[in-house]
């Protein structure tokens, strides 16, 4: 079965440090990957897809089909970066998410 | 900026009750899904639908749950028979570009 996984429920940082949420997949053809977001109280918001390879507020995540990974990356992270990160395979329509990583960005 | 739209955000019920959870998809979307998260768990897929049935469903998904797209806006999921493991988040979301723009969530509770 197609899967997710996110090895980290937490990742605490200090402001300033740099971040890498880790997600590994599973998929047994070409992966189309997302990170979503959410902040406290706010809905699921996508941050980035695979194929746009677009940086956005800092962060970037390279496909590596190698390591079927897909890890999120901020060299520098900010107190408003502090959220739930879920990291979301495409199949067919539907998506497949991981469990999330809960990133704490202390001052 | 349009946005998908959910009510209730909250909803109590007694088991064995029927809930119909709302959601507004961006207009001009085309497909839209619901999703639900139970505390401390993934979120999951539980069924899409385009063009006014049903394009797939989860194992989640069985007899107890429906979908309808009652008029132009309005796309509802309905559990008939409410059970406590029914207790979760459920979010709508709708897709654009191959983005799935999502909800705020409905908790449900049940007691």
């Known amino acids: 079965a197609q899967r997710v996984t996110q090895p980290e429920k937490l990742l605490s940082v200090f402001k300033g440090a740099p971040v890498e949420l880790k997600c590994n997949y599973s998929?047994?053809?070409?992966?189309?990957l997302f990170w979503y977001v959410q902040y406290s109280r706010q809905r699921l918001q996508l941050l980035l897809r695979h194929i746009s390879r677009e940086s956005i507020k800092g962060f970037t995540a390279d496909l590596n089909k190698g390591e079927t990974s897909f890890h999120l990356k901020k060299p520098f992270a900010q107190e408003e970066d502090s959220a739930m990160y879920y990291c979301?395979?495409?199949?067919?329509?539907?998506?497949?998410f991981g469990q999330g990583t809960e990133l704490s960005v202390k001052p | 900026e349009p946005e998908v739209t959910q009510t209730p955000s909250h909803q109590v019920t007694q088991m064995g009750q029927e809930v119909i959870l709302r959601c507004v998809p961006i207009?001009?979307?085309?497909?839209f899904y619901w999703y639900r998260q139970i505390l401390g768990q993934k979120v999951e897929f539980l069924v899409s639908f385009y063009n006014n049935e049903i394009s797939e469903k989860s194992e989640i998904f069985d007899d107890q749950f429906s979908v309808e797209r009652p008029d132009g806006s309005n796309f509802t999921l309905k559990i008939r028979s409410t059970k406590l493991e029914d207790s979760a988040m459920y979010f709508c979301?709708?897709?654009?570009?191959?983005?799935?723009?999502f909800g705020p969530g409905t908790r449900l509770l049940v007691l």
């Open positions: 979301a709708s897709l654009y570009q191959e983005t799935q723009y």
């Open positions: 207009s001009n979307h085309l497909y």
């Open positions: 979301a395979l495409r199949e067919g329509g539907k998506l497949i």
């Open positions: 998929y047994s053809g070409s992966p189309e």
